[in-house]
């Protein structure tokens, strides 16, 4: 499960049979207070990995080096199982937008970020696992197929891959492809973690929110991308409108329904509910201040 404020007093109270937990890693990185002694009491009792969403790797401004050793102390600190972030930039001029970024995808862009997760991993000193993201464009440049960049990316650098299936029904819906033959060329072999989450119809787009249940789409893609790795780790992400602890852990605890059967097809062109208009996560919920002020209003 992702590991969430709300649930401290539950976790600690409870110690709940969950098997590992997810914590955002700039949640707690410059925490020495209440949320940095949970979480090492935490990872006392259950595995724990770290999952960040301003490495920005994709980034031309030089990496963040005093980031990284914050990081790797965190990581450290709480034996990490393993870290990841996502293939996209967050920033430059050291501004951070509080997104996630999509980048052209072709042979120079392939080039300079594996240079740059050469260098993430040896001042990590472990491998870093790097998740596909959910895109509302393209670029002209792009010449590379999504899953054809991350498997050349795993390959020049040994990282790992974080498969989103959330993530790719959106992006293919977005962009007007198949999700299925997105998967069919996606680098199973590579993938260490899978992510689900909710999303938001907004008619013409979908909207990466994690603030809802999963979609019976994203769960039937998620049946066919777990037969293709053969069973891997799988986490809900849920960063808005957090429900309690119990009904977060039923969510997740369907994947147990789609880890056999056939695949259907059919399941994946299902009537959806079109919904109001929202500003994407998962970096929405850690600056809600920030977010509250800057969110743009219907027209």
Same mark, same amino acid.
């Given at each position: 499960?992702?590991l ?9 109270a409870?110690?709940?049979?969950v ?8 949640n707690f990185m410059?925490?020495?207070?209440r949320?940095?002694?949970v979480l090492?009491?935490i990872a ?9 969403v301003?490495?920005?790797?994709g980034?031309?401004a030089?990496l ?6 914050r990081?790797?102390?965190l990581a ?10 996502h293939?996209c930039?967050t ?6 937008s ?9 042979d120079e862009?392939l080039r300079?970020?594996v ?9 990590l000193?472990r ?8 895109t509302y464009i393209g670029?002209?440049?792009s010449?590379i197929a999504?899953?054809?960049f991350l498997?050349a #990316? !795993?390959?020049?650098?040994? +990282?790992g891959?974080? $498969?989103?299936?959330n993530?790719?029904?959106v992006s %293919?819906?977005?962009?007007g492809?198949?999700p299925?033959a997105y998967?069919?060329?996606f ?5 260490v973690?899978?992510? #689900? !989450?909710?999303h938001?119809h +907004?008619?013409t787009? $979908? ?6 249940p999963? %979609?019976d789409?994203v ?15 799988t986490l ?5 409108d957090v429900p ?6 039923d969510?997740?605890?369907?994947a147990r329904e789609?880890?056999?059967?056939a ?5 994946l062109?299902?009537k959806?509910t ?5 500003i994407?996560?998962?970096?929405d ?15």
């Amino acid at each position: 499960m992702g590991l969430r404020n709300c649930h401290f007093n539950h976790i600690l109270a409870e110690w709940p049979a969950v098997d590992w937990f997810e914590a955002i890693s700039e949640n707690f990185m410059d925490s020495g207070g209440r949320p940095g002694h949970v979480l090492r009491q935490i990872a006392e009792r259950y595995p724990v990995v770290l999952h960040g969403v301003s490495m920005s790797i994709g980034s031309t401004a030089p990496l963040d080096r005093g980031y990284l050793d914050r990081l790797k102390r965190l990581a450290d600190g709480v034996r990490a199982v393993w870290v990841s972030d996502h293939l996209c930039w967050t920033g430059i001029a050291g501004i951070n937008s509080h997104d996630l970024l999509p980048l052209p995808l072709n042979d120079e862009t392939l080039r300079h970020i594996v240079q740059r997760v050469h260098e993430v991993q040896d001042i990590l000193e472990r491998p870093l696992i790097l998740e596909n993201p959910s895109t509302y464009i393209g670029f002209r440049d792009s010449n590379i197929a999504e899953p054809d960049f991350l498997r050349a #990316l !795993a390959d020049e650098t040994g +990282c790992g891959l974080l $498969l989103d299936v959330n993530n790719v029904y959106v992006s %293919c819906f977005n962009a007007g492809t198949d999700p299925v033959a997105y998967l069919e060329a996606f680098p199973f072999d590579r993938v260490v973690q899978m992510h #689900l !989450a909710g999303h938001q119809h +907004c008619g013409t787009h $979908l909207i990466d929110t994690h603030d809802g249940p999963v %979609c019976d789409s994203v769960w039937e893609l998620y049946r066919l991308a777990w037969q293709r790795t053969g069973g891997v780790s799988t986490l809900l992400e849920w960063d808005g409108d957090v429900p309690p602890f119990q009904q977060m852990h039923d969510e997740v605890l369907r994947a147990r329904e789609f880890m056999q059967g056939a695949f259907d097809h059919g399941r994946l062109i299902g009537k959806a509910t079109v919904q109001t208009a929202s500003i994407s996560t998962p970096v929405d919920f850690l600056i809600p201040g920030v977010m509250q002020s800057n969110r743009l209003e219907a027209a």
